[in-house]
């Protein structure tokens, strides 16, 4: 025998699905709703200040000046140092390593002002007597990029230029190598233009110029804005 359910017991089976999926669906958008509010209303952590000491290899010592750079990917600090032989080198180490290693053709001077990174961390620049080298972290013998001295500084941009501060200016070329182009220009022998860096579009960077005596100017070009006026260093 066959039964035929009524009319209207059959609308409410048929119906129930779509009530259960529709309170589920309310359910959920409630749900997320909240959780996406006290997502959004949470204070993001603050910068962490990391505070570490590196310590010198036994018989190990800075050099006169002894600078120090940390490559752009945080992962390594070259340094200025000599060991038992005396001949001031450039250093590396790891940041994840007690050990540093002297690069051993990367020989330096004493009174050495500085050096600076690739973008990609693989190469360090560094000033000879007259002259600008750089050499593979991983060693290896260094390249002649540029006959200039002294270099106070340099920064080297993610398109290969490379500017270096000099007693003329600040310079720029191709970080292949090849002939310097006058950037800066100071108005007197007295008005250093040293240290610059690029900013972060490649473009523009950052200088320091010698100002009146106890003082420095920091300076952005190309737009020459005046950013910062500090106290020079004792």
Not at 62 to 68: A, I, K, L, R, Y
Not at 83 to 106: C, F, H, K, Q, Y
């Amino acid at each position: 025998l066959l039964y035929a359910l009524p009319a209207t017991a059959l609308d409410r089976t048929s119906n129930w699905p779509l009530w259960a999926l529709g309170i589920v669906a309310i359910l959920l958008a409630l749900g997320l709703g909240l959780v996406s509010y006290a997502h959004f209303r949470e204070t993001p952590p603050g910068p962490q200040v990391v505070r570490f000491q590196l310590g010198l290899p036994d018989d190990v010592n800075f050099t006169q000046f002894g600078v120090s750079a940390i490559s752009p990917d945080g992962r390594k600090v070259a340094f200025a140092a000599y060991g038992n032989d005396g001949t001031p080198r450039v250093w590396v180490r790891s940041l994840d390593s007690p050990i540093a290693t002297p690069l051993m053709e990367a020989t330096i001077t004493q009174q050495s002002f500085g050096f600076f990174w690739s973008p990609d961390s693989r190469f360090i620049a560094y000033p000879g007597q007259k002259t600008l080298h750089r050499i593979n972290v991983d060693g290896g013998s260094p390249e002649t990029l540029a006959e200039v001295g002294p270099v106070f500084g340099g920064s080297w941009s993610d398109d290969g230029t490379i500017i270096i501060g000099t007693a003329n200016g600040i310079m720029k070329f191709p970080a292949s190598g090849g002939a310097l182009t006058a950037v800066t220009k100071p108005a007197n022998a007295m008005e250093g233009h040293l240290y610059p860096r690029f900013l972060p579009d490649n473009r523009h960077f950052l200088y320091m110029k010698n100002a009146a005596p106890g003082m420095r100017s920091i300076l952005r070009m190309p737009s020459r804005l005046l950013l910062i006026l500090s106290r020079s260093w004792p």
